[in-house]
């Protein structure tokens, strides 16, 4: 059965760090292409960061050069280590894996962890 | 990047009505369009992929259609557990990924 189990979530003041972990079980990370996606309160989806199987990483506009994904192959995790956090970071964050179909769709996610920026 | 722009952003219906939702992208992204279902307090979970193929396990009175810029996401006969936020996403190309803002279907 697949399975994504996020941790690492927590209160943080702006300019902290946090990084966050996925477990994953069921399947293997590195030969998917795995995202985080962020959900503010009361707000809608937004995707952050996705790593490819051959190790290429992209982000969004609003972390690009403050957040980091990356994984741990003998683990089977993927990760997300973020810097600079802003009050605006303030959300739920999800992983999720990508479905290696036509639309891409994320076809698993975890249950998410809150990560709250705040003094 | 590409926008995508969900309508309505919410709407009240009864059980048993037909909706549609629609969602549409500021450029082309052919077929690459999925949809998805969120409750309160839990992840997404994922109703159609490409644009019109059913998620394995989800109900047949989901259905999904278009192509290019303009997609439907029709749920044929509204059932009580179907009351929650829909949310499109796009994944054409290289990222960033982009979702629509959301379509919240509550009870009338």
């Known amino acids: 059965e697949v399975q994504l189990v996020e941790s690492g979530g927590g209160l943080v003041q702006p300019g902290g760090s946090l990084r966050l972990s996925c477990a994953a079980s069921?399947?293997?990370?590195?030969?998917?292409?795995m995202s985080w996606v962020r959900q503010a309160p009361g707000k809608g989806l937004e995707w952050v960061s996705v790593?490819?199987?051959?190790?290429?990483?992209y982000y969004a506009d609003s972390v690009k050069g403050r957040f980091t994904i990356s994984r741990d192959n003998s683990k089977n995790t993927l990760y997300l280590q973020m810097n600079s956090l802003r009050t605006e970071d303030t959300a739920v964050y999800y992983c999720?894996?990508?479905?290696?179909?036509?639309?891409?769709?994320?076809?698993?996610w975890g249950q998410g962890t809150l990560v709250t920026v705040s003094s | 990047d590409i926008q995508m722009t969900q309508s309505p952003s919410s709407l009240s219906a009864s059980v048993g009505d037909r909706v549609t939702i629609t969602c549409r992208a500021s450029?082309?992204?052919?077929?690459?369009l999925n949809w998805y279902q969120q409750k309160p307090g839990k992840a997404p979970n994922l109703l159609i992929y490409?644009?019109?193929s059913l998620q394995s396990g989800v109900p047949s009175r989901f259905s999904g259609s278009g192509s290019g810029t303009d997609f439907t996401l029709t749920i044929s006969s509204l059932q009580p557990e179907d009351f929650a936020t829909y949310y499109c996403q796009q994944s054409y190309s290289t990222p960033p990924y982009t979702f629509g803002q959301g379509t919240k279907l509550e009870i009338k």
């Open positions: 999720a894996r990508e479905a290696r179909v036509r639309g891409a769709p994320f076809d698993y």
């Open positions: 790593i490819y199987t051959g190790g290429s990483t």
């Open positions: 450029q082309s992204i052919t077929s690459y």
């Open positions: 490409a644009a019109s």
């Open positions: 069921g399947f293997t990370v590195s030969i998917n292409y």
